[in-house]
């Protein structure tokens, strides 16, 4: 089963960034459909974004025109590109591939 390890997280202003990846174990990044989701406390898990293995982004309408999936198949790395964040994208971030979670990793953001 494919490991998925997201970093990048942490506490930010609103307006800030931040860049969240998402490593995978196996060359899996460039031949399946990867996608970002989150979960706020106390609400359900939502999905945030998606790119698939021909480079087509889709993205949540909260997040659109603010977060960009890219990815690194060279790497198995997957990115989510956080601009002008507000606090109600504080939420635990997860990335997502076929049949496997990552572990997650907090985004806060408050002034």
């Known amino acids: 089963q494919v490991q998925l390890v997201e970093s990048g997280g942490g506490l930010v202003q609103p307006g800030g960034s931040l860049r969240l990846s998402c490593a995978a174990s196996?060359?899996?990044?460039?031949?399946?459909?990867m996608a970002w989701y989150r979960q706020a406390e106390g609400k359900q898990r939502e999905w945030v974004a998606a790119?698939?293995?021909?480079?087509?982004?889709n993205y949540a309408a909260s997040v659109k025109g603010r977060f960009t999936i890219s990815r690194d198949n060279a790497k198995n790395t997957v990115y989510l590109q956080m601009n002008t964040l507000k606090p109600e994208d504080t939420a635990v971030y997860y990335c997502?591939?076929?049949?496997?979670w990552g572990q997650g990793t907090q985004v806060t953001v408050s002034s």
């Open positions: 997502k591939a076929p049949l496997s």
């Open positions: 790119i698939t293995p021909g480079g087509n982004t």
């Open positions: 196996g060359s899996i990044i460039s031949t399946n459909v």
